[in-house]
């Protein structure tokens, strides 16, 4: 078992290694869904984002043949992805370390892992939430060998289980983003793997990019011309022995049937049972292609596993049984690849509370007899066959009016089968065996709402101290009944939209307004889908929220934005009320510039999209010739050049752990009080820092031209005051401005102050 905080942490070479070259079975233990992460493909943040990379840590396990565990569930439970953190103390707090510690033991106690390997170390200098999850790691091995610790678990059959080996990485986590100030404790194994993977004939580093390309979102996955399929592991605790060096990951454990028949207390016809069994595995590997003699091992090592498992004792059977389990139902899953041609589960249909809709199953299974299939539903939704001929079964599927909306958030996944809420269970025979398998269907069965309302707008600005009037609201996919308007707000049609009219005297503030239809909340069912996952969807609350703020705009300004799709840059400036033009290649490479007072451009946007970054000179020439270019901030591996990039050299800071402010309530000094910036339109106070969410900001500028003013200087708390949040030049005629707050996140927050700060920065120069 492999322990992170975010999908991403996993170490997917090794674990391809352990896997493919080692024949171990993997879980990826993970404490979050990455939903306070970055985004480098779209504009999908926080809970949505969660879902994404959700799906997309599935298809990282799903190319390395391995288990995830959700330790979190989501941006509404308690273990969640808060944004970065610099302290493990700090997020213990957040998350509750009982809270977490007994999630673990429950993980171990379930997969019962014989290894753990967190993937990061517990140093200063590193991510807080992983340092929070190697201590969480290793507090729960004693834990979960303990019989009084959280006897609770019992009644879902989890017994106290011991972890053999626990190993720390013994290399450092350091790099662009961290900076640990420890060294990585000495190595007591060296694991290296042998010629490349049998199958593919890659190196298993090269299958564990595979594996990490799948998270795409953060931009992993990259091709290694030369690899050298070696980890450096150091034991730190070892149950029942001296923590020492090792020669093999696999000393002291058992590592196949023939190991376990080496164990004592087995009888003597126990122990030939389980070598006869090994052999008869082997054979099989042997044989492949060849699907008779696949079949004929496979049976009788499955024939002789069960004659194994029904002598052994009590003790015997708590150490192994679950082994034996495993392997049963591993020969099961190759007996049925060996005997089907296809095998498909497909559902039709809307599937919404009161819905009938239909569950298609296409089997050609020529070497499989006496085959049985039956539906695994949810509670509240049931199953009636509809038709049952040779290869093709139809079951109507009916959906409980009272039947709950399907999660977000899957609790588990696991490469053989038996996923989300609903599936296939196929049995037959296969020689002598009766064989059961798991099959998910092609898109996973979710309920959602009978009519998934999405409105437009879903967030509008009002300007406080100006006339009140409506807002124009389309309802796309329903007709609402009726609303829930806060107090003084009326919510009324008029032709084919809804006018929302806010009080006469509305004042500073966020409200909410809700759609009804059928007689409850409104919901939006929405679609995720990117070529690198399989289309997923969430389910969210269709609302309106409007904030009302004092708020003044520039005069003058004519915006050109520049996106790179991971921001709501463009469309906020829109809900401000300003002139704002999307730039596409044609406008940046070809078109005038001179129509424009203020370019923004987005965050990420020099490292996704080449355009722009073919338009640097121009760009340049825009500022020279009196234009205020804002750019928001970058990583430094975002093709930011810091020569070339910008006007005038700027260096982004990096490790990014010793160049951002992770706490949102931080103070803010203002170095230039008078400076237009943050003088014009709107004077910038302390207010205007209230209520910030998640971080200040991140990438800060480290190192830039004399040219350049520092605006601000902020810092996390018992750290020195960083100034590169927010740094300006006059440059010719112009202005650039360079901006490492995380503006895009307030302003998705709807935090007053991120609107009337962005209103100030995109001022003509």
Not at 38 to 61: C, F, H, K, S, Y
Not at 277 to 297: C, K, L, T, Y
Not at 391 to 403: C, F, K, P
Not at 539 to 544: K, M, S, V
Request: proline share 7%; aromatic share 6%.
């Amino acid at each position: 078992m492999n322990t992170g905080a975010h999908p991403d942490d996993e170490i997917n070479g090794m674990l391809s290694a352990l896997r493919f070259a080692y024949g171990m079975r993997v879980v990826v233990a993970c404490s979050t869904r990455g939903e306070g992460g970055q985004n480098a493909l779209g504009p999908e943040r926080g809970g949505v984002l969660g879902v994404l990379r959700t799906a997309e840590m599935e298809e990282a396990a799903r190319r390395m043949d391995a288990d995830v565990a959700w330790l979190g569930h989501g941006p509404d439970d308690p273990v969640h992805d808060f944004g970065f953190s610099k302290n493990g103390d700090d997020t213990l707090r957040r998350w509750g370390e009982e809270r977490i510690v007994e999630r673990l033991v429950r993980a171990y106690r379930r997969y019962r892992p014989d290894i753990v390997i967190p993937t990061f170390l517990d140093v200063p200098g590193q991510h807080g939430h992983h340092r929070a999850m190697t201590r969480a790691a290793e507090t729960a091995l004693a834990l979960a060998a303990d019989p009084s610790a959280f006897p609770e678990h019992s009644a879902s059959g989890l017994l106290p289980w011991q972890v053999s080996k626990y190993y720390l990485p013994a290399w450092s986590g350091a790099g662009y983003a961290y900076d640990d100030e420890v060294p990585p404790p000495p190595a007591t194994l060296n694991l290296q793997a042998a010629g490349p993977d049998e199958v593919t004939g890659l190196a298993y580093k090269q299958l564990g990019e595979w594996s990490r390309a799948a998270h795409s979102s953060q931009g992993m996955g990259m091709w290694r011309d030369r690899p050298a399929d070696r980890w450096k592991l150091h034991l730190k605790v070892r149950a029942g022995g001296e923590a020492g060096p090792e020669n093999d990951i696999r000393d002291h454990l058992p590592a196949t049937l023939g190991d376990i028949a080496a164990m004592t207390g087995l009888t003597g016809s126990t122990a030939a049972a389980l070598r006869d069994a090994q052999a008869q595995i082997e054979a099989a590997i042997a044989a492949f292609p060849n699907r008779s003699r696949i079949v004929e091992a496979l049976d009788g090592a499955a024939c002789r596993i069960e004659e194994a498992r029904k002598d052994l004792g009590e003790e015997a059977l708590r150490q192994v049984g679950h082994r034996l389990d495993r392997k049963l139902r591993e020969i099961d899953a190759a007996l049925f690849e060996a005997s089907v041609n296809t095998a498909r589960a497909v559902f039709t249909g809307s599937a919404h509370p009161g819905a009938r809709v239909a569950l298609q199953v296409h089997l050609d299974a020529r070497e499989l007899s006496d085959v049985t299939t039956a539906p695994r539903l949810p509670a509240g939704v049931d199953a009636t066959a509809a038709r049952d001929e040779p290869g093709h079964v139809q079951y109507e599927i009916a959906i409980a009016e009272s039947a709950p909306h399907t999660g977000n958030y899957p609790e588990s996944f696991d490469p053989l089968g038996g996923n989300g809420e609903a599936g296939l269970r196929i049995t037959g025979r296969v020689g002598t065996r009766r064989i059961a398998v798991d099959l998910d269907p092609e898109e996973p069965l979710k309920i959602g709402p009978r009519h998934s309302l999405s409105l437009d707008p879903a967030v509008a600005l009002i300007k406080t101290g100006e006339p009140a009037s409506g807002i124009r609201v389309r309802a796309v996919g329903a007709e609402p009944m009726d609303w829930q308007a806060s107090v003084g707000w009326t919510v009324h049609q008029e032709g084919s939209d809804w006018l929302a009219v806010p009080p006469h005297d509305v004042g500073a503030g966020i409200v909410t307004l809700v759609p009804i239809v059928n007689g409850r909340p409104a919901s939006s069912m929405r679609t995720i889908a990117y070529p690198h996952i399989r289309p997923t969807s969430i389910i969210a609350p269709a609302e309106l929220k409007v904030l009302s703020l004092d708020v003044a705009l520039p005069a003058g300004a004519r915006i050109g934005y520049v996106g790179g799709g991971s921001d709501n840059v463009g469309t906020h400036l829109r809900r401000l009320g300003l002139d704002v033009t999307d730039l596409g290649e044609a406008e940046l490479t070809a078109g005038s510039l001179s129509a424009f007072t203020t370019i923004v451009v987005g965050i990420f946007a020099f490292g996704l999209r080449r355009d722009l970054r073919d338009a640097t000179v121009r760009l340049h020439r825009f500022v020279e010739d009196g234009g205020h270019l804002v750019t928001l901030y970058h990583r430094p591996t975002d093709a930011w050049d810091p020569a070339t990039t910008p006007p005038r050299r700027l260096v982004i800071g990096s490790p990014s752990l010793r160049w951002r402010v992770t706490d949102p309530a931080a103070p803010v000094t203002i170095l230039d009080p008078e400076h237009p910036l943050l003088t014009a339109p709107n004077r910038i106070d302390a207010r205007d820092w209230q209520g910030w969410d998640k971080e200040r900001g991140l990438y800060f500028a480290a190192e830039y031209d004399a040219v350049y003013e520092e605006l601000l200087a902020v810092s996390d708390p018992g750290e020195n005051p960083l100034k590169g949040s927010l740094i300006s030049a006059r440059i010719g005629r112009g202005r650039h401005t360079h901006v490492s707050l995380v503006l895009h996140h307030q302003l998705d927050k709807l935090v007053p102050g991120a609107f009337r700060l962005l209103a100030n920065l995109v001022q003509p120069a």
